[in-house]
């Protein structure tokens, strides 16, 4: 089971931190990726990162303003995202990957994640 939180509504150049706490599941062995959803479009890949925590991947637009970190002793894993603009606004999901680690083109996709959160909402006003 993945339960994120920390969504929230947020002025545009805000900060937020989602966290997403795992149970039942081996965490420290697993990527752990966060993707999101806006109204209307489909559910998009926003980064991802490793099981040990040392590397990480991140969609273009998010570069530079989100990050994701992980501590495997509280099975769970972290988006901190900065600067948010109001194209931002989604629900936010947390999932975790079968594998410790993968290349980039199939990590992007929704399929090797076999646990999800139920979403956190993020609304980043103008």
């Known amino acids: 089971q993945l339960v994120e939180s920390g969504g929230g509504l947020v002025q545009a150049g805000g900060s937020l931190r989602l966290s997403c706490a795992a149970s039942?599941?081996?965490?420290?062995?697993?990527?752990m990726g966060w993707f999101r959803q806006a109204a209307g479009k489909e559910r998009e890949f926003v980064g991802c990162?490793?099981?040990?925590?040392?590397?990480?991947y991140y969609e273009e637009s998010v570069k530079g303003r989100f990050a994701i970190s992980r501590d495997n002793a509280k099975d769970t894993v972290y988006l901190q995202m900065n600067s948010l603009k109001p194209e931002d606004t989604a629900v936010y999901y947390c999932?975790?990957?079968?594998?410790?680690?993968?290349?980039?083109?199939?990590?992007?996709?929704?399929?090797?994640?076999?646990?999800w959160g139920q979403g956190t909402q993020v609304t980043v006003s103008s």
């Open positions: 990162i490793s099981a040990g925590g040392d590397s990480t």
């Open positions: 039942g599941l081996t965490f420290s062995s697993r990527a």
């Open positions: 999932a975790a990957d079968s594998a410790a680690w993968r290349p980039r083109n199939t990590a992007v996709a929704t399929a090797p994640y076999d646990y």
